[in-house]
């Protein structure tokens, strides 16, 4: 396959991806790629968006949080990465699915004995 093929698969695949999550991205990013190729549009806004200064409070937290997780197994912590770069989500909101998971099932595990009880 020629390059010039696999950029058009690329472009095609990008956009896609852009549509799926957001239609008015999608409308400007058609419109950048009939003047800029894709694949450079994408290095450059990654590239300013890696370099944009931003002041996140919890972003300090979360590092703390990803650190301790880290000492304490090291294997997790991988796996925690690897997921959350899976699903596309920041690592906060992954540690933040989590610990709602945990406190969603404890609910529904205390829920299920109350009603387990009444009956």
């Known amino acids: 396959m020629s390059d010039a093929g696999s950029g058009d698969i690329f472009d095609f695949k990008l956009e896609k991806w852009v549509l799926s999550a957001d239609e008015c991205a999608f409308k400007s990013l058609s419109a950048i790629g009939k003047n800029k190729p894709l694949r450079q549009y994408l290095i450059e806004s990654v590239d300013n968006w890696v370099n944009k200064d931003e002041v996140f409070l919890t972003d300090k937290f ?10 304490e197994n090291e294997d997790l912590y991988d796996r925690l990465m690897k997921k959350c770069a899976l699903k596309g989500i920041s690592v906060g909101e992954g540690l933040f699915e ?21 009956v």
């Open 98 to 118: 989590a610990l709602n998971l945990l406190t969603c099932e404890i609910l529904s595990e205390q829920q299920y004995r109350k009603d387990s009880d009444d």
């Open 62 to 71: 979360i590092l703390e949080m990803c650190d301790f997780i880290k000492r």
